[in-house]
């Protein structure tokens, strides 16, 4: 069992990391030929960030948008990020390059927020569950793996509400196995079923990521709606494909003959 | 009378219930194959019995061109890759689309809508599409789905609403105008958008109006003008050397109330000694381009502009007052036919006609009356391109502002519409994006209900009695569509129709009094 999950665990973080560096560059290569900005927009890369900021961390727009999928939605995604920083202590070796951020980590507030926040998440979950299923118009859009995420998500945080709440699990021995699978040393892992489905879901989650719409991850970074600077009139944007057709722009045969002397009328 | 009911228009929008398929009946006509070779699109024509008429359809490999085609703009354009993934199903979009408000059809729901090519797709280029497609709601592209996408992707007018909401900014014009672009690779181009970009190419604007006509339209104005006034006001065709190169739709040539904005604008030239012209080359600021979402077709259209500005020796370029035109022109122009580096850079290049009459009321070089305009209390249609897709001044926001405070400079009574009407959260006048056409007339009328709404409760509540506009399709699409909500065509204004009211000119004698 435990082999098996340090196999499953280190193929889906390699298969998330690449599987997102692929798309990242995919994105990044992909030009954007012209000035789409939804305005009023920045006219300054500061205040894009600042634009950029208010979506990524207070997803700016869907509160204007919907006041229920915002509550629920922001609730989750800000504890989600809570557990997330809870549980690098199980992957940071204090002695290793990383060890510096230990003490932080380690501060019982940020443990006890990362605690609480699976409440954060099965609320928030279970709201957006809830919302894609009794709203007409969002279960029309909604595909099975619309509803297959967030009960993927749902489980993970039950399981981990589970051990924090309920069982009891061998935190230090769960860090030593942690610890093995990123030194390849591998190590057993404390006996639990709460503990085996955890990870074993967090794995299927690693590998649905880069090919799921999980991209929203590194999509909202690269969306030119909104990371672009709205200064088209100041400076002139061009991508290489198009630089290419600037080199014919002024061949159309109208413009050669808008170029032509005109003949005197008779 | 048509054979659809107009929508009920209750004391505020109502989300209807989505219904499926209830607009799929609603198609434009096909372009002919000449119109779309015209524009470097294929096309093919059946005619198999002679007693009716002939049909345009799917070229031969239509499929295979068509994922190609698709391949080839997720290649092309950041926003359509990152946009056909990065979608989360919130449903965030799903109550801001006014066909949808005003249909009630499901798949006028911004998110479904994408999902017609979304579903497409992650069939041919996602990992879990190829293998788990009924998981991910993957489809084969079929003709029925090719059906789809012609009626849905033309009920999208491409204004950006959905994705101001959007929490990834997720813009359904980029889809649409993608999927318009695939369609006419395979012969399934639109009529009335690529006829009219034949006519601009052939004879210099979207209606087709020859240079001569166009003289000829010019001198009756100046006649008109001066047997209302008495003051010579000009309107001048192709004068080299003029400072200012106003390029307008050229509905602003003969529509109403477009043609009285294109009197205020040269009166506002007139009164402050400005040196202008119009261009018979450039007799068209509007640029359809934008619409099929072609980015060479809308170069092409544009170089006209740039052609016009050199051949003259203008020193500036001014846009009258049209909403798409003003996109391309804001967002666009430098990037299709820029550098503009031979003309006067102490100007914005281009300039948009309410910036340049603000600067000269403020300046205090107009000299204005505005109870002549108090007979109306008034009230501005942010228009779609204008609002979300361009800006004017130097602020965020000065696309709201600006046109505000030239309206307020020439008339005493102005109120706004409800707060999530205006600016950004404006509604499409149900006209723009290349609908404007008579084949999609259930869809006009259906689609004007949101600002409908808005515009009945101006009136009930604030006694509006007219309604202002700096586009050329919305003031068409209006004075069309809102008499079917109990409003006159006359209750629609050009801002600079207002300006004209308001403005004395020197020597003026108002003859009419």
Not at chain 1, 192 to 203: C, D, M, N, P
Request: hydrophobic content about 45%; overall charge negative; some cysteine.
């Amino acid at each position: 069992m435990s082999t098996l999950i340090a196999v499953l665990l280190t193929l889906a973080t390699l298969v998330m990391i690449v599987g997102l560096a692929r798309k990242a560059r995919q994105y990044h290569a992909t030009p954007a030929p012209l000035k789409i900005p939804v305005t009023p927009a920045p006219k300054t890369t500061g205040g894009v960030v600042l634009r950029m900021a208010k979506e990524v961390i207070l997803f700016a727009s869907l509160f204007r948008a919907s006041k229920w999928t915002w509550i629920f939605g922001w609730i989750f995604h800000v504890s989600l990020a809570l557990a997330f920083i809870r549980h690098l202590r199980y992957v940071i070796d204090p002695e290793g390059p990383l060890g510096f951020m230990m003490p932080v980590i380690g501060l019982w507030i940020v443990q006890t927020a990362g605690k609480y926040a699976v409440l954060g998440m099965i609320f928030g979950l279970t709201g957006l569950l809830a919302r894609r299923y009794f709203v007409a118009r969002v279960r029309y859009i909604s595909a099975p793996s619309d509803y297959l995420m967030l009960l993927l998500i749902l489980s993970i945080a039950l399981s981990g509400f589970v051990m924090s709440f309920i069982t009891n699990v061998d935190i230090v021995a769960v860090k030593v196995f942690m610890l093995g699978i990123l030194s390849f040393n591998l190590q057993e892992l404390p006996e639990g079923t709460a503990l085996a489905v955890h990870l074993v879901l967090v794995a299927i989650l690693g590998f649905v990521l880069p090919i799921s719409k999980l991209l929203h991850i590194p999509g909202v970074f690269y969306s030119p709606t909104r990371n672009q600077v709205d200064n088209p009139r100041e400076k002139r944007h061009i991508s290489e494909w198009a630089k290419k057709l600037d080199e014919t722009r002024g061949d159309y045969p109208e413009l050669q003959a808008a170029r032509a002397p005109k003949e005197p009328e008779a | 009378m048509a054979d659809y009911e107009v929508p009920e228009v209750k004391e505020y929008a109502v989300v209807p219930l989505p219904k499926d398929g209830v607009m799929d009946h609603l198609k434009p006509f096909v372009a002919k194959p000449e119109f779309q070779e015209a524009l470097n699109y294929v096309g093919k024509k059946e005619h198999l019995d002679p007693k009716e008429m002939p049909k345009y359809v799917l070229v031969d490999g239509w499929k295979e061109k068509a994922i190609d085609k698709m391949g080839d703009l997720l290649g092309r354009y950041r926003s359509l890759q990152v946009f056909m993934d990065s979608c989360v199903k919130c449903g965030a979009c799903t109550d801001k689309c006014h066909y949808f408000l005003g249909t009630g059809d499901a798949k006028n729901m911004p998110v479904a809508r994408q999902d017609l090519l979304r579903s497409v797709y992650r069939r041919y280029f996602t990992f879990a599409g190829k293998y788990f497609p009924k998981l991910v709601g993957a489809k084969d592209l079929t003709e029925e789905v090719i059906d789809d996408w012609y009626s849905y992707f033309h009920q999208c007018s491409e204004c950006r609403r959905c994705a101001v909401f959007c929490p990834y900014g997720i813009d359904t014009a980029e889809v649409t105008m993608a999927a318009r672009e695939i369609m006419a690779h395979i012969g399934k181009g639109m009529k009335y958008s690529n006829e009219i970009i034949g006519k601009v190419f052939t004879i210099g604007n979207n209606l087709g109006l020859p240079e001569k006509a166009l003289a000829n339209v010019l001198e009756g104005l100046e006649e008109d003008v001066e047997d209302d006034i008495e003051v010579a006001v000009k309107f001048p065709l192709d004068v080299k050397g003029a400072d200012i190169l106003l390029v307008t739709p050229s509905a602003d040539f003969f529509a109403e109330p477009h043609i009285d904005g294109l009197i205020g604008y040269a009166k506002v030239f007139h009164a402050t000694n400005t040196s202008w012209t119009l261009s018979s080359i450039a007799s068209e600021a509007g640029n359809f381009g934008l619409f099929i979402g072609s980015y060479e077709n809308m170069q092409r259209i544009s170089m006209r502009i740039r052609e016009a500005a050199l051949q003259l020796g203008v020193k500036r370029i001014v846009y009258g007052e049209c909403g798409h035109a003003w996109r391309v022109g804001y967002s666009f122009l430098n990037t299709l036919a820029g550098p503009f580096d031979f003309l006067d850079q102490n100007y914005p290049i281009p300039q948009h006609i309410c910036e340049f009459t603000l600067d000269k009321l403020e300046k205090g070089e107009l000299n204005i009356d505005k109870s002549r305009n108090d007979e109306m209390t008034l009230t501005f249609h942010d228009s779609c391109n204008v609002a979300r897709g361009s800006g004017m001044g130097t602020e965020p926001g000065g696309q709201f502002t600006i046109p505000r405070a030239v309206i307020k400079a020439v008339c005493n009574n102005y109120v706004d519409m409800e707060k999530d009407t205006i600016h950004d959260a404006t509604f499409c006048c149900g006209g723009g994006g290349g609908l404007l056409t008579d084949d999609l007339m259930e869809l006009r009328v259906k689609g004007v209900l949101p600002r409908a709404t808005a515009l009945i409760n101006a009136k009930e509540e604030h006694g509006v009695t007219h309604m202002a506009a700096i586009c050329a399709i919305c003031k068409s699409q209006f004075t069309k569509v809102l008499p079917y909500y109990g409003f006159t065509m006359d209750q629609i204004v050009s801002v600079h129709q207002l300006v004209s009211n308001a403005i004395i000119l020197e020597g003026q004698v108002d003859l009419e009094d």
